[in-house]
């Protein structure tokens, strides 16, 4: 089963840092960290937990996110209420690989969760890469070509996202989304409903065929 993808959570306000977790911790393939108030506190969970994600303010009491972002080496989005364009320019230089302005819809941070699965997901492993896949892993990421409100699931999502530009069986998405082979199924069967995936029989020695699945492009 593929480990969730781990996030630390670092705002001064814990009552957001808790709802920031909540928000999190609901989506499929994510687990959150306690979270961190400081600077401090965030720079030694980083060095004893590595998380993949970090999802920091800017402004905190101790010092600026977005240098620890510089710092850091792992990915990381940016929440704040700062919505000048230097600072934003400074958070993406920094490496952010996203820029959320408070207040914010769930949805919104929801969104960019299940956009940086599917870009993780496209860039996994050590494989060399092509030109189009750097390129599609970039447009996902930054949601090109999607509309503002996306109808499919974050399981969904995911489920594209683990069938890429080949094909797989509901066992073997459901092992790369660690999720049940059974709700894989489901999800799958869903998307071949809608025409978003297409259904290939593969026949096997024992001739009964197994489904396969691919994501129509």
């Known amino acids: 089963m593929t480990d969730p993808l781990r996030v630390l959570i670092l705002d001064d306000d814990f009552r957001v ?3 920031h977790q909540s928000i999190v911790d609901d989506q499929p393939g994510f687990t959150a960290l306690e979270p961190v108030r400081s600077l401090a506190e965030a720079r030694e969970r980083i060095r004893s937990a590595r998380p993949d994600l ?9 010092g600026d996110g977005i240098a620890l972002v510089r710092e850091a080496g792992i990915d990381a989005i940016l929440i704040s209420a700062a919505d000048d364009a230097p600072t934003v320019r400074r958070a993406l230089r920094s490496g952010a690989v996203g820029y959320l ?29 092509r030109q189009e896949d750097a390129d599609r892993a970039l447009a996902i990421l930054h949601g ?15 489920v ?3 069938l890429g530009d080949g094909e797989a069986s509901a066992a073997e998405v459901g092992e790369l989304v660690g999720i049940s082979r059974a709700t894989a199924q ?8 809608r025409t978003v995936v297409e259904v ?3 026949y096997g020695a024992t001739g009964r065929p197994e489904h ?6």
């Open 17 to 19: 840092g808790l709802l």
């Open 54 to 62: 970090l999802l920091a303010d800017v402004f905190l009491p101790d």
């Open 101 to 129: 302005l408070k207040p914010f819809d769930r949805r919104a941070l929801i969104g960019l969760l299940e956009r940086y699965a599917r870009y993780r997901n496209l860039l996994a492993g050590d494989r060399p890469l």
């Open 144 to 158: 090109a070509g999607e509309p503002v409100s996306v109808s499919r699931s974050a399981t969904e999502q995911l």
């Open 160 to 162: 594209l996202a683990a």
């Open 186 to 193: 489901r999800h799958l069967a869903a998307l071949a409903a």
């Open 200 to 202: 290939r029989l593969r």
């Open 212 to 217: 396969r699945y691919a994501a129509r492009t």
